[in-house]
């Protein structure tokens, strides 16, 4: 993920000293563990890539609930994907673990002796973000297959009518604070009302051995009528990292593809975001079943969902707690906006994107009244939230599903996803659940970990705005829970 233009105060040492003196006092740790634990911060404050940066730290006891640790803890941090424990914590406390979405397929019209269809095809979603997606292990070309299969097996030779995708309500799929260049990529897409292949689809391109050669588009996958790419990329040097961005908003088929990618003799891959997931799927569909010779008039979307009885196909998702787990351990934007709808929205008909002031008023209860909650997957620069928040958070939700539950949700340090970059290695792993939050200029770790002394603490540690690695960050970070767990 990459967005910019974040912009914080900084925050003197005395308060700095004041607030880790004050919890201190609060909590009665011994004078050798305080003593330990102001040298490991005091070292983590001059690691150089943190110079001129800001950083909130909070450390609390899951068992009292008090901090141990409070440092900037009530400043204002962009959170990155840290939000997204948000939104996965609270949907599974709200909804049934084993909730899943549904997406049905429908007949409509008369099917006659001769194997026409007089009628339409009718798909209804019901918002799940998961569909055909690789993260499920599952395969676009299969899915569509057994589609096909189904609507052969019903008798279905031709159609007289349209595939329909009817929706609840028109959906908009993002806020209105998702930086330009991020939209039109594949982790940009937000979450539609009928979504598929994780909203994306990867542009092939023949690229040079040369510096500063244009890049020439090949193909797509998958292949979906109406959207055109237009690549304005060079190539740049062979250890560059890829600086490519697709550009376009959500409905609009036109992409241009923008920046740079490593020259080298290779094809190259470009991941892009579908604009419209619902309106690409029918024409995807469609071309399936032309090809096939069943033949089908047009596609149509509908903004309204209809009741109909005996779906000739349906498909479940999996359970809502395995997709908040891989929601979490791939950091997927889209997941996690789904969630934003089902929690927000719930089953009422959208008109627009989700207003951020209801967003706000839902996390109140959950200790974030203080909080600029804009998006459903921390990618706007302009969230901000306070590291004593996200601790708080943990402990309640703890306290209502249980700390097994919590945990499973929370990658596993050093194993689950992105997580197994963390402390990877590190004989402490084991003793770490952790969600990381990374944008540009942005590095933060909130989680939960069990200490030396076999307690239990939620930590945040957010730093904002340095210049430099994110990988430096982390390894600071790093060690600065490490010391936390050793002396606690």
Same mark, same amino acid.
Request: hydrophobic content about 40%; glycine content about 6%.
């Given at each position: ?129 998961? *569909? ?63 979504? *598929? ?292």
């Amino acid at each position: 993920m990459n967005s910019k233009h974040l912009f914080f105060r900084k925050t003197s040492l005395v308060l700095l000293l004041f607030m880790i003196s004050f919890a201190n006092a609060q909590n009665k740790i011994s004078t050798k563990t305080y003593n330990k634990l102001k040298q490991a911060r005091l070292e983590f404050e001059n690691t150089p890539v943190l110079q001129g940066a800001r950083h909130g730290i909070s450390v609390r006891d899951m068992t009292t609930g008090n901090e141990i640790v409070a440092v900037n803890n009530e400043d204002n941090f962009a959170p990155a994907s840290n939000l997204k424990l948000l939104y996965t914590l609270s949907a599974v406390d709200l909804f049934d673990k084993a909730f899943v979405y549904t997406t049905k397929l429908y007949k409509t019209g008369n099917l006659l002796a001769n194997g026409i269809l007089m009628g339409d095809l009718v798909f209804q979603p019901s918002g799940d973000p998961s *569909f055909a997606s690789q993260r499920m292990n599952e395969s676009l070309d299969s899915i569509v297959d057994v589609i096909v299969n189904q609507i052969k097996a019903t008798g279905i030779k031709e159609i007289k009518g349209n595939l329909v995708m009817e929706l609840n309500g028109f959906r908009y799929p993002l806020c209105g604070s998702i930086p330009i260049e991020d939209v039109g990529n594949y982790y940009g897409t937000g979450a539609w009302d009928f979504n *598929f292949n994780d909203n994306r689809i990867d542009v092939y391109v023949e690229r040079s051995t040369e510096i500063g050669k244009p890049v020439k588009i090949l193909y797509t996958k998958p292949e979906i009528p109406g959207i055109t790419f237009i690549s304005k990329v060079k190539t740049a040097a062979p250890d560059t990292d890829d600086q490519s961005y697709v550009f376009g908003a959500p409905y609009t088929m036109p992409r241009y593809i923008l920046g740079t990618i490593p020259a080298g003799e290779d094809t190259f891959k470009i991941k892009a975001g579908i604009p419209n997931p619902p309106l690409s799927f029918l024409k995807l569909l469609q071309k399936k079943l032309n090809d096939l010779a069943i033949y089908v008039e047009d596609v149509q979307i509908k903004y309204t969902q209809k009741d109909y009885k005996n779906p000739i196909w349906e498909k479940n998702s999996k359970p809502l707690l395995y997709l908040a787990e891989t929601t979490n351990d791939y950091s997927i934007n889209h997941f996690s906006e789904a969630f934003a709808w089902l929690l927000i929205q719930g089953n009422k008909p959208a008109d627009g994107y989700i207003d951020k002031e209801a967003i706000h008023d839902f996390f109140v209860p959950y200790g974030f009244e203080k909080a600029d909650i804009e998006d459903g997957c921390g990618l706007a620069p302009d969230n901000l939230v306070q590291p004593a928040q996200m601790t708080d958070f943990l402990k309640i939700m703890t306290d209502r599903l249980g700390g097994n539950e919590v945990l499973s949700i929370l990658p596993h340090a050093g194993v689950d996803g992105y997580a197994k970059y963390f402390l990877k290695d590190n004989p402490l792993q084991n003793q770490v659940w952790v969600k990381s939050g990374s944008v540009s200029k942005v590095q933060n770790y909130t989680g939960i970990f069990k200490a030396k002394s076999g307690k239990f603490y939620s930590f945040s540690v957010m730093t904002n705005m340095f210049i430099g690695k994110h990988k430096d960050v982390k390894t600071a970070i790093e060690k600065l829970l490490t010391a936390y767990i050793k002396n606690l």
